[in-house]
């Protein structure tokens, strides 16, 4: 039998160790597989997975979901947040936004389950800006929340996602919905 691969032990490291001239260092930090490439240090190899530790609901003003926020570098990354969402009551439905570092291309769009048997798709047009939303939900009954996305990044910094609810009540993101990305090019 040929073997394929060479098992990797990493010792965590309390501090990101310094990027190397050349090459790639590969460490782990925070429970996280990172890497050190052209200058960047601190970059997560992908694909790598982020999972909410705790609700997070917002108003209509929307909150920061901090469990989800992904530190990227200049790239383009491919992104899927799977959540489940909870509303005050059935008229209060949930909109999302995605804030970040200047990208120059942004595909994203958002699937919501409103009831057991009705899913409304909608795009996310631009970074910082809600996404459009029906007013309906599940109300306390857990629907699920899909975001697909490509992110084309010009910059490095943290991508955030925000929740929001469609009127005055709160929509919540539910304890251990995640974020799973792949970080597909170094620009």
Excluded at 54 to 71: I, K, Q
Excluded at 156 to 184: D, E, F, Q, R
Aim: hydrophobic letters at 45%; proline letters at 4%.
């Amino acid at each position: 039998m040929t073997r394929l691969y060479t098992p990797l032990q990493l010792t965590h490291l309390d501090v990101a160790p310094a990027a190397p001239a050349a090459g790639v260092a590969v460490f782990a930090q925070s429970g996280r597989l990172l890497c050190s490439v052209d200058g960047a240090v601190g970059v997560p190899l992908m694909p790598g997975m982020l999972a909410l530790g705790a609700d997070v609901g917002g108003s209509s003003s929307g909150a920061t979901v901090t469990g989800l926020a992904l530190p990227v570098q200049a790239g383009t990354y491919t992104l899927r947040y799977a959540a489940t969402y909870t509303a005050t009551n059935t008229t209060t439905g949930i909109k999302v936004q995605l804030t970040g570092p200047a990208a120059s291309d942004t595909a994203v769009v958002i699937q919501r389950w409103t009831s057991a048997t009705a899913c409304v798709v909608t795009r996310l047009e631009a970074f910082g800006t809600w996404s459009a939303t029906t007013g309906a939900s599940g109300g306390a009954t857990a629907r699920p929340l899909f975001i697909d996305a490509t992110i084309t990044f010009t910059a490095g910094g943290t991508l955030n996602l925000l929740v929001g609810a469609s009127n005055a009540n709160t929509a919540t993101l539910k304890a251990g919905s995640y974020l799973t990305s792949w970080w597909l090019t170094i620009s």
